[in-house]
């Protein structure tokens, strides 16, 4: 493969995974426009917000074997296109049930591209951490972009919330257009030894070490918390009216830099200190700061615990993986069954918070995410505990 070639798809995966950070993340900033507009309850809203963890699940069982039958290119545009049909659809249809697909159909849409882009940057700079590193930080830089340009288009009046969703169906529409002129796409998909394939799917034996255990618990909790705070934060700030609702959207980039530079000090840090000491600090600042956020109630010290929570989360979930790196390098299927049980936590608490919210109001709701971040911070502890011990 030419350079060339190479440098072409390094550009449009880079800039195809900017895009799907606004696309993926503005689902919680829209979330309080969508709430007023149709009228929408607590309970619904944790609903729709399940769903998009959901169809994030969903992606990942088929966006990995879809190819194999019908090719890369086409298979990564037919996940693609649910970006534009689903805010399509939060724009035009106030029917609940279509309002619950457009939110599914996000997930699957992000699913199947953090599977396309990290396999494809791997493929072409296999070993090269800085690369996958890039790929993520440009997810980043989308993330914490979108909430400022939906700022500055909902300043004046809050019903021009439907211009940003048209400005999502224009961007879904030209990431499809990137994703089609990404080259490369027609070699046949790599497969694996069967014997060797065979002989790993056979090996469960992973269900009998504890760290398998402690670790799945540890990420589980840790993405309850995560899709919590991403999904339910402006919504929070607005309904309780701590924070004006302009400022309350700017909330969600200033936790998109944190986690950005969160994740670029714990790359650096992980260098020059051991990780069993890096995350129980991890574990400890997380709890810290959401505490500081929820019970403050004047702006600056909400800011200070948005900023500290971002910092401290961005790190735990790569940190926790490199723990459990040998025993997904012993056993194939490990990671599958870690990864599949964790993203429950995700799907799971968005839902707890609406019902709590429905019943005993937001402030209460959002407050019982600090139930799993202890939690996580008591599994982070037992899992470091553990792996200095069997070091």
Known sequence: MSDKIKRKQFILCYAVFLANGMLALSIGSLLPFLRDAHGLDYAFCGLIVSLHSVGNLFSGFFAGALPMLIGRKKSILLFEMFFPIAFLLMLLGSNRFLLAFAFFATGIARGASSNYCNTKINSIATG???????????????????????????????????????LLIILGV??????????????????????????????FGFFK???????????????????????????????????PPNLAQVTASILWVMILCGRLTTAWASTK?????????????????????????????????????????????????????????KYSLAWSFILTTASLGSIIMPSIVGLLAEDFGISIGVGSIAIALFIDMVFIMILVRFIKKKG
């Open 273 to 329: 200190v051991k990780k069993e000491n890096l995350l129980p600090m991890m574990g400890i600042g997380i709890v810290l700061f959401f505490v500081v956020l929820i019970v403050s109630r004047t702006t600056a010290p909400i800011i200070i615990g948005i900023m500290g929570f971002g910092f401290s989360m961005a790190g735990i979930y790569a940190t926790t993986v490199s723990f459990a790196g040998e025993l997904i390098k």
């Open 128 to 166: 090269m951490a800085w690369a996958l590193n890039c790929l993520h930080a440009s997810f980043a830089v989308g993330a914490f972009a979108f909430p400022l340009i939906l700022m500055l288009i909902t300043r004046t009046q809050s019903d021009n919330w439907i211009y940003a969703c048209i």
């Open 174 to 203: 030209i990431t499809c257009i990137m994703y089609y002129l990404i080259p490369g796409d027609d070699e046949p998909v790599a497969g694996t030894d069967k014997k060797e394939n065979s002989e790993k799917i056979g090996a």
């Open 209 to 243: 070490e504890p760290l398998f255990y402690v670790c799945t618990a540890t990420l589980f909790f840790y993405l309850c918390a995560e899709q919590g705070v991403i999904g339910w934060m402006i919504t929070y700030f607005k309904d309780t009216g701590l924070l």
